[in-house]
């Protein structure tokens, strides 16, 4: 079987697995590893902040292409279910198509009414479409939204909170936030944790990331007696 078949194949099962996953049986769930750390008291768990990263073996544009072909065709069947209209507006606005995406975004959140789980779902999403395509205090809007929401501090709010923040000059209040991002999860504060929490990240997050946690190794050896 080759490398295109068994990607689409993942994809379509991946994407058909928000068809039959009610929120509140995800609410429930475990979020993945790799993004959830090991939250402590001061951070809370929050299994709406979903994402899985596309297989290493291909390009990203080739992955996304796949990915999109199958979410489509899902579509088809399942015209208005707010996780596969995200996950096709999060694919669109990586493609650049912007208006394309926030109209599906949109219409996710429309569908998902009241549930605010799927709806933390869009927004989280929406944050990364928007961060992705430089529309940084349009990510952080989407992104506290999703955090009144949640009613708590979700785990992942401090550090990409802290991207944006940094990208749009203010970089006091960056490293303010990834320090709270470190009290929550240790390992955000050293290099190997840094290192596997941001391995599947994308590089143009990963460079806005090493930026802040370089800056926030600063501002600890600068506070040293």
Not at 33 to 48: I, N, V, W
Not at 67 to 87: A, G, I
Not at 177 to 197: D, I
């Amino acid at each position: 079987m080759n490398l295109t078949l068994l990607l689409s194949l993942a994809t379509a099962a991946l994407v058909a697995a928000f068809l039959i996953t009610s929120p509140q049986a995800a609410a429930n769930a475990t979020a993945p590893f790799a993004l959830a750390g090991e939250a402590t008291g001061r951070l809370d768990p929050d299994p709406a902040a979903r994402y899985h990263p596309l297989p290493a073996t291909m390009s990203e544009r080739a992955g996304q292409r796949l990915r999109l072909r199958d979410v489509e065709r899902l579509l088809k069947r399942h015209p208005d279910h707010p996780s596969l209209l995200r996950e096709r507006a999060y694919l669109r606005a990586k493609r650049g198509e912007i208006d394309a995406s926030e109209a599906d975004f949109a219409r996710a959140l429309q569908v998902a009414g009241s549930d605010t789980f799927l709806r933390r779902h869009v927004l989280w999403s929406q944050g990364w479409a928007r961060f992705d395509s430089g529309r940084d205090q349009a990510a952080l809007h989407a992104w506290k939204e999703a955090v009144d929401l949640h009613g708590g501090i979700p785990f992942w709010w401090p550090y990409t909170a802290a991207l944006a923040e940094w990208r749009q000059g203010r970089r006091q209040e960056a490293v303010a936030l990834y320090e709270q991002a470190v009290a929550g999860m240790p390992e955000y504060g050293t290099e190997r944790g840094f290192a596997e929490r941001t391995a599947h990240w994308p590089e143009s997050q990963f460079a806005v990331a090493s930026a802040v946690f370089t800056a926030w190794q600063a501002s600890k050896r600068a506070a040293q007696p």
